[in-house]
Every structure is written in structure tokens, then in C-alpha cells.
């Protein structure tokens, strides 16, 4: 009976934690799975993009991508997608072929980390060059997320 109960309490407790965990990282999404879930409930979006051997990209992924705010915010409000731009594997986006060096290139990337941000509709808005700090990026991602298109670009004033 001791071992019931104790394992009912272990399964009690294991659910409660569970109804109250947060998400620890960014849910990022492919270019490809991008499409879909915009389609199903439209939000702003950001494209990590990144090289292997940059190191402020693995600073920021460290640092800024696991704060729990951050991860917060973005999970909630965001799509986010992870770019390697010297990746020459293709996947299909936006009806297209595409790989990561072409979609860098296309979003004018000329260091990393950048991040693109992305309307609903999957339009470029602007790119944020260089390694952002957590309170910084959440800086950033609040003014995107209360400014409507053409208006000041929420980069101005922050660095």
C-alpha cells in the first residue's frame, strides 16, 4: 500500500510540475514548417541567421535565445527560424527553391548574427545586425511587435 500510494504521490507531483513548466528554449521552426504554421495563425517572425564559426552567434544562442523571457515572448508572439548562411542544402520556401546562402543573400546579410524580421504576410521588414543582449533583444522585439508597418524603425535608438 506504501508503494501505491507513494507512487500516486510521485504522479501527482510530476503532473502538477508539468501544468507549470515553461518552455526552456525557442521552439524554431525550418523555412519549411515556416509556411504552414504562418498559414494556420499568422505572426511576426524572425530569422536567426548564423555561420558555425561565429562567435557571437553562439554568445547570442547561449545568452539571449535562452533567457527565459526571451523564450517566453517569442514563443508566444513570434515564429522564429534558424538560418546557417553558408548552408548550400536546399529546402523548398515560399513556393521556391532555396538554400541558406541564397536566402542570406537574398535578406542582404553581410555579417552575423543577424536577425530578418518578417510580417505576417512573410514580408521583409528590416534586419538587426550584430549580437544583441537579452533585454536588448526584448527591447527590439516589443517595439516590432507594437509597431505597425511603416512607422519608425524600432532598431533606432537601441545598442
Known amino acids: 500500500m506504501k508503494i501505491l500510494f507513494s507512487l500516486f504521490a510521485i504522479t501527482i507531483t510530476f503532473n502538477i510540475n508539468s501544468l507549470f513548466a515553461q518552455d526552456t528554449e525557442i521552439n524554431w521552426l525550418t523555412p519549411e514548417q515556416l509556411e504552414a504554421k504562418v498559414k494556420e495563425e ?19 544562442d547561449k545568452k539571449t535565445f535562452s533567457d527565459p523571457d526571451v523564450v517566453e515572448y517569442v514563443n508566444e508572439n513570434f515564429y522564429a527560424v534558424k538560418l546557417d548562411a553558408e548552408s548550400q542544402e536546399t529546402f523548398n520556401f515560399m513556393g521556391q527553391q532555396a538554400s541558406g546562402v541564397g536566402l542570406a543573400r537574398s535578406f542582404k546579410v553581410n555579417s552575423y548574427p543577424t536577425i530578418v524580421f518578417m510580417d505576417e504576410k512573410m514580408t521583409t521588414i ?16 516589443k517595439k516590432l511587435d507594437e509597431m505597425k508597418l511603416g512607422q519608425n524603425n524600432p532598431q533606432q535608438g537601441s545598442n
Open 42 to 60: 499568422p505572426r511576426k517572425i524572425f530569422f536567426d541567421v548564423y555561420t558555425d564559426w561565429c562567435g557571437w552567434c553562439k554568445v547570442m
Open 126 to 141: 528590416f534586419p538587426v545586425p550584430g549580437f544583441r543582449k537579452a533585454n536588448e533583444f526584448m527591447d527590439v522585439l
